[in-house]
C-alpha cells in the first residue's frame, strides 16, 4: 500500500544516515531539502558541540520553527524533505499534528552499526560519545515507514519510494 505523501520526515538517531538518505530523496523527487540541524540557535550547537545532550526545553523552538518550516511548505505547495532526528513521539506529534500527508520515515540501525558510522565522521558537532544519549532518548515510532540503514542508500531510496504516493511539486524557482 503506497501512502499519499505531500512531506517526508527523515528521523533517526545521529549517524543513521538521515542526510544521505533525505538529500538523494529530495533529488528524486524533485523536491526541497532540508537539514534539521541547519534549525538550531548557536545555543544548541555550542551545548552538543561540548558534549550536553540538549533538553526537551532547549529543543522546544527548534520544534516550532520545524513545524513552521512544514507548514509554510504545506501551504506554499512545496513538498520537502526534513532530515530531522525526532527521537521522542511528543516531538514527531509536535512536527506533523493532526495532517496525514506527512510521512516519518525512520532510519533503524543498532548501537554499534552507526557507533562504527559515527567514529569514521569528520568536522560534525554531534560526537560519537552521545550516540549512547540518543539511543537512551529513542522512542521507536510506531507509525512510521521503518527502513535497515544495512543496505545501500540507492536501495534504501528506493524502498521508500516504492511504499509512497508523493504529490506533484510545484518547479523550483
Known amino acids: 500500500m503506497t501512502l499519499p505523501t505531500r512531506f517526508l520526515i527523515i528521523m533517526g538517531v545521529s549517524g543513521s544516515g538521515k542526510t544521505t538518505i533525505g538529500r538523494q530523496l529530495s533529488e528524486r523527487l524533485s523536491w526541497e531539502y532540508y537539514d534539521a540541524d541547519d534549525f538550531h540557535p548557536p545555543a544548541n550547537i555550542t551545548k552538543m558541540a ?46 506533523v499534528g493532526a495532517d496525514g500527508d506527512v510521512q516519518i520515515v525512520y532510519l533503524k540501525g543498532s548501537f554499534d552499526q552507526i557507533w562504527a558510522r559515527m567514529r569514521l565522521r569528520t568536522n560534525h558537532y554531534m560526537k560519537p560519545n552521545m550516540l549512547k544519549s540518543q539511543f537512551e532518548a529513542l522512542e521507536e515510532p510506531a507509525d512510521a515507514l521503518v527502513v535497515d540503514i544495512g543496505k545501500e542508500p540507492g536501495e534504501i531510496c528506493d524502498e521508500i519510494l516504492s511504499k509512497i504516493r508523493p504529490v506533484p511539486c510545484r518547479s523550483r524557482a
Not at 66 to 92: E, F, H, M, W
Request: hydrophobic share 35%; with cysteine; aromatic share 4%.
Open 50 to 95: 561540548s558534549g550536553v545532550p540538549l533538553s526537551d526545553a532547549d529543543r522546544e523552538p527548534w520544534l516550532d520553527s520545524l513545524r513552521d518550516l512544514i507548514a509554510a511548505c504545506k501551504q506554499g505547495n512545496r513538498p520537502g524533505v526534513l532530515a530531522c532526528s525526532a527521537l521522542k513521539q511528543t516531538y514527531r506529534d509536535h512536527l
